[in-house]
Each structure stands twice: as C-alpha cells, then as structure tokens.
T-cell receptor, first 109, second 115 residues
Framework: AQRVTQPEKLLSVFKGAPVELKCNYS??????LFWYVQYSRQRLQLLLR??SRESIKGFTADLNKGETSFHLKKPFAQEEDSAMYYC???????????FGAGTRLFVKA | DTEVTQTPKHLVMGMTNKKSLKCEQH?????MYWYKQKAKKPPELMFV???????INESVPSRFSPECPNSSLLNLHLHALQPEDSALYLC??????????????FGEGSRLTVL
C-alpha cells in the first residue's frame, strides 16, 4: 500500500538548535517526494521537492531509496520556522498526492 | 496571478440544502483537485480533473458532485450532506508534467459546517 509515515506529531526545539523532521514512505515504484508547510493563518504551500535538490529557507531533504526516507533537516532552527510540516509523495506520472499525518514544529525562543 | 482562489471562505448549510464551492486559478494549470481536511488531519484527496476531464474519484459519496466547466474553474456541488462532512475543503491546481501532476498550489480553503 502507498503510505507516508511521519512518526512525530509534535517537535519542539530551541532557537538555534538543529531540527530533523522524519518521513518514511512505502511505495514500490519511483515516487516524487515533497515537503509542504503551513504557517499560521496561511495556505498550504510547497517547501521543497526531491527532484530540485534545493535548499529552501535553510531546509534540505535527501531522498534515501534504501531506507525509503525523505527526512527534512535544518542546522539552526528559527522561530519563524514554527509551522505544520507535511511530507507527501506522488506516484511518478500520476496525480494522486498522498500526505503524511504532519509534524507540528515549535521553535522556542 | 499565482493564486488559487476559493469561495466562499465559510459556509453553513443544513442537511437538505444544495450549495456549491467554487475554485479559480489563472496560472494555466491543466490539473485541478479537491481535497478534504478534517481538524488536525492531513488533506485527503477527493477528485482530480486533468484537461477538464475527471481522472480520479477517490470513492467519494455522490452527495459531492464535482464539475470543471473550463480550464480555470472547478466547482464542488453539495447536496444532502451529513454533519460528518463538516471540514475544510481545499482546492489545488498543478501543471501536467510527463502525464502526471507536480507541485500543488493550494487555495485557502472553504470551511464547511453542516448542521
């Protein structure tokens, strides 16, 4: 079955600390993986996607096909990073994007 | 215009009412989506339109009826809903790439309450 697992519902870190939001997926083919973010009172928006291999707002995510993981990392968390983060994947060539349960990141001053 | 616009933002309806949710985008995207999001849960896919044709229906009850009148508009017609259908309904759009979708652009959602 196609599935995205985000094991942490809530992650609380201090400002300046490293942060890692975990994501594992279950899919037999080649998925396209994304991290979406929802800041308070804003719409859900793309943070980054694995095929672009970019760093957005200091966040990076590497696709590990062996571990079927796509963890989101940032070396130094900022208060403005506090938001809801969803890992998601789409089957290549398809339209069905499946979201994980989400992790709420809270960065404390 | 790089936004997906949804109306109304809030809707309260009775179980016997008929209402519609509307979604519009002018980014030239040829795939449009309806998602349902309950409180503290991730978005769940309901329908996908590709080139104005319904390509995915995730076994949604017939009391929800989607419509894509043209490449910029997407409607969701609601009839005889149940209180458990109360949720945030999100519209999204995307380009069509290599036969599939890509980055989703979301609207702010229509918050529906069924009494």
């Amino acid at each position: 079955a196609q599935r995205v697992t985000q094991p942490e519902k809530l992650l609380s870190v201090f400002k300046g600390a490293p942060v890692e939001l975990k994501c594992n997926y279950s899919y037999s083919g080649s998925p396209e993986l994304f991290w979406y973010v929802q800041y308070s009172r804003q719409r859900l928006q793309l943070l980054l996607r694995h095929i672009s291999r970019e760093s957005i707002k200091g966040f990076t995510a590497d696709l590990n096909k062996g571990e079927t993981s796509f963890h989101l990392k940032k070396p130094f968390a900022q208060e403005e990073d506090s938001a809801m983060y969803y890992c998601a994947f789409t089957n290549t060539g398809g339209f069905k994007t499946i979201f994980g349960a989400g992790t709420r990141l809270f960065v404390k001053a | 215009d790089t936004e997906v616009t949804q109306t109304p933002k809030h809707l309260v309806m009775g179980m016997t009412n008929k209402k519609s949710l509307k979604c519009e985008q002018h980014m030239g995207h040829r795939a449009m989506y309806w998602y349902k999001q309950k409180a503290k849960k991730p978005p769940e896919l309901m329908f996908v339109y590709s080139y104005e044709k319904l390509s995915i229906n995730e076994s949604v009850p017939s009391r929800f009826s989607p419509e894509c009148p043209n490449s910029s508009l997407l409607n969701l017609h609601l009839h005889a809903l149940q209180p458990e259908d109360s949720a945030l309904y999100l519209c999204a759009s995307s380009q069509v790439l290599a036969g599939g979708g890509g980055e989703l652009f979301f609207g702010e959602g229509s918050r529906l309450t069924v009494l």
